[in-house]
T-cell receptor
Framework: DTGVSQDPRHKITKRGQNVTFRCDPI?????LYWYRQTLGQGPEFLTY????????KSRLLSDRFSAERPKGSFSTLEIQRTEQGDSAMYLC????????????FGSGTQLSVL | AQSVAQPEDQVNVAEGNPLTVKCTYS??????LFWYVQYPNRGLQFLLK??????LVKGSYGFEAEFNKSQTSFHLKKPSALVSDSALYFC????????????????FGKGTKLSVKP
C-alpha cells in the first residue's frame, strides 16, 4: 500500500494525558497537512509542512498542539494535556506540491478523550 | 470571510437517476473549488477541482461539477447514480484569505450524505 498511512487508528486517553500521532505520507510528496474532523463537520485545517519546514499553522490551534516533520518524511502531531474537546478524527494528507493541490488523505486517527 | 455551504445534510436518490449535491461559496477573488468523497472507514478521496477554464469540470467515477460564478455555486452532478456512490461528499474552497502558501489549505463544507437506493 503506497497511500498515506496513520498510526494509531484509534486512541483512547484520559483527560490531561499527552498523545502523539504519526503520519507517513506518500514517499515522493513534499507537502504534508494535518486536519481535524468532528462528527457532522468537514475537516478543519490545522497545519502544513513543505518538506521539514512548518509553513503555516491555524490561528485557532491551541499551543497544546505541536507538529513536527524532522526529516521531511513522516510527521508527528502531539497534543499535550488533552481535553475532552480534543476528541475528534485527526487526518493527515500529502501532496506532491506541483500545483493544483490534489490532496491524498489517510484514514485518520480517532481520538477519544475521557 | 471565505466560506462554503452545503445546504443539504442528506440527498436520497434512486439508482439510475441523476443526482445533484449542492454547494455554494463565498470568497474574495477567484475561487479554487474542490469536491472530495469520504467512504465509511476510509480517507477522503479527491473527485474534481475547478481552478480556471471551462465551467463544467469532469472528475473521477463519472462525476462532474458546474461552476456558476453569478450564482456562486459549484454543484456536483452525475447523470446516473449507482448504489456504490453512497458516501459523504464534501465541497471545499482554497483559503486564500488566511493562507497563501499552499493550495492545500482548504475550507471544507459540513458535508452531504448521499444515499442511493436500488
Amino acid at each position: 500500500d503506497t497511500g498515506v498511512s496513520q498510526d494509531p487508528r484509534h486512541k483512547i486517553t484520559k483527560r490531561g494525558q499527552n498523545v502523539t500521532f504519526r503520519c507517513d505520507p506518500i514517499s515522493e510528496h513534499n507537502r504534508l497537512y494535518w486536519y481535524r474532523q468532528t462528527l457532522g463537520q468537514g475537516p478543519e485545517f490545522l497545519t502544513y509542512f513543505q518538506n521539514e519546514a512548518q509553513l503555516e499553522k491555524s490561528r485557532l490551534l491551541s499551543d497544546r498542539f505541536s507538529a513536527e516533520r524532522p526529516k521531511g518524511s513522516f510527521s508527528t502531531l502531539e497534543i499535550q494535556r488533552t481535553e475532552q474537546g480534543d476528541s475528534a478524527m485527526y487526518l493527515c494528507a500529502s501532496s506532491p506540491g506541483t500545483g493544483g493541490e490534489k490532496l491524498f488523505f489517510g484514514s485518520g486517527t480517532q481520538l477519544s478523550v475521557l | 470571510a471565505q466560506s462554503v455551504a452545503q445546504p443539504e445534510d442528506q440527498v436520497n436518490v434512486a439508482e439510475g437517476n441523476p443526482l445533484t449535491v449542492k454547494c455554494t461559496y463565498s470568497v474574495s477573488g477567484n475561487p479554487y473549488l474542490f469536491w472530495y468523497v469520504q467512504y465509511p472507514n476510509r480517507g477522503l478521496q479527491f473527485l474534481l477541482k475547478y481552478i480556471t477554464g471551462d465551467n463544467l469540470v469532469k472528475g473521477s467515477y463519472g462525476f462532474e461539477a458546474e461552476f456558476n460564478k453569478s450564482q456562486t455555486s459549484f454543484h456536483l452532478k452525475k447523470p446516473s447514480a449507482l448504489v456504490s456512490d453512497s458516501a459523504l461528499y464534501f465541497c471545499a474552497v482554497r483559503d486564500l484569505q488566511n493562507y497563501g502558501g499552499s493550495q492545500g489549505n482548504l475550507i471544507f463544507g459540513k458535508g452531504t450524505k448521499l444515499s442511493v437506493k436500488p
